[in-house]
């Protein structure tokens, strides 16, 4: 008999619409058909959010019984005295409805929508998910749709996030918080602060001074916010695989990846954010070609090499502020971003 599990709640997942179902926590609990139906009682008594097992013989797979009929069937009448002292295996013609298997690179919006077309009685069962590997482990039906809810929660906060990034109502230069400029732009960048290869994730800090509202063209300043945040992004993550910027120094492992915002009002009249990663910095010769339009060392598709000059155009032409570049080779790079709270007309 084998029990594993973890019981991360939905909350505390990342999913996106398109997760799948491996990355949703699945039960792993395997029981051989020989065993007793007494196991089986104590088991589901001792785990009392275990949906279902998963029944093995000679440790093949061999079908499912979930918790939902395993006591619906022992309530019955003389069902404890008849089956209790017996193995398994009496009980599985009673107990194995349809099980619904699926593969665990499924999305869970369509798991969602195949346990849905099961027949009413049935719709509660657990889902039972096949690995790559091969394996077996299950998914609880009511789990399956929470995550769902927190999935939609986090689209429609993305969605208000890209109203409040894009500002398309708000082309003309308007009166604004810059932190939730900020906030805005790093939700919608929050999938990229997580490196898929290395698990590796950025933790960024905030340090953000009380600040007054800035007259600017919001939409314009995040995307400038934008595009310095995916460089630090990019340069943390190249960083630790070492390719993109042409530099020879090794990774430092050990760092913590981080990006650190803070920001101040200076002479009553200007803000200054300042935007720091401690990826590897930027050799000298090519800090002074990083505001060039089309100056870029990522590869063919990754960079366009426009993402600072468009920057540069937002704050000092658009805006009368400046943006500057501070970088130590090894240690990390910081741009200042330096805006007035009231714009010449
Ligand atoms: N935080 C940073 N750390 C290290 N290098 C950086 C950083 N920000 C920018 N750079 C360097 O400056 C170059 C130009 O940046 P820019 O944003 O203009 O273009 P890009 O990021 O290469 O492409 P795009 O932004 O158009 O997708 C980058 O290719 C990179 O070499
Ligand atoms: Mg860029």
């Given at each position: 008999m084998q029990a594993m599990h973890s019981m991360t709640s939905a909350n505390e997942l990342n999913l996106q619409?398109?997760?799948?179902?491996?990355e949703l926590p699945l039960w792993s609990v395997y029981v051989e058909v020989?065993?007793?139906?007494n196991d089986l009682t104590t088991l589901f008594k001792q785990e009392p959010l275990l949906p279902g097992i998963i029944l093995t013989k000679n440790h093949k797979y061999q079908g499912m019984i979930s918790r939902q009929r395993f006591f619906e069937h022992m309530s019955r009448p003389y069902s404890l005295s008849l089956f209790?002292?017996?193995?398994i295996e009496n009980l599985i013609n009673f107990l194995q409805p349809e099980v619904c298997i699926v593969s665990e690179e499924m999305r869970i919006v369509d798991a969602i929508q195949i346990a849905l077309q099961r027949v009413p009685q049935l719709v509660y069962e657990p889902i039972l998910v096949k690995t790559n590997s091969g394996n077996y482990q299950l998914v609880d039906f009511h789990q399956l749709l929470n995550s769902m809810k927190v999935g939609t929660e986090r689209i429609h906060e993305i969605v208000l996030a890209l109203r409040n990034f894009s500002r398309l109502d708000e082309s003309e230069k308007k009166r604004v918080d810059i932190h939730e400029g900020i906030d805005s732009t790093l939700l919608l960048l929050q999938s990229r602060?997580?490196?898929?290869?290395?698990?590796q994730i950025i933790t960024i800090v905030k340090e953000y001074?009380?600040?007054?509202l800035v007259e600017c063209y919001p939409s314009l300043i995040n995307q400038a916010f934008m595009n310095i945040l995916a460089n630090a992004i990019d340069a943390i993550f190249n960083n630790y695989d070492c390719?993109?910027?042409?530099?020879s120094l090794p990774p430092s492992p050990q760092k913590y990846p981080l990006i650190r915002i803070r920001t101040e009002l200076i002479d009553d009249n200007h803000v200054i954010i300042r935007i720091a990663d401690n990826g590897l910095g930027i050799p000298k010769d090519i800090q002074k070609r990083l505001?060039?339009?089309?100056?870029?060392?990522?590869?063919v598709g990754k960079g366009t090499g426009l993402g600072l000059s468009i920057s540069y155009q937002i704050v000092?032409?658009?805006?009368g502020g400046q943006l500057q570049c501070i970088s130590a080779l090894g240690e990390g790079t910081e741009f200042m971003i330096k805006i007035p709270v009231q714009l010449d007309s």
């Open positions: 619409l398109e997760s799948t179902l491996q020989k065993s007793l139906v209790a002292t017996r193995p602060l997580k490196n898929q290869q290395t698990g001074e009380k600040l007054p390719s993109g910027l042409s530099c505001f060039d339009p089309f100056f870029t060392t990522k590869s000092v032409d658009k805006h």
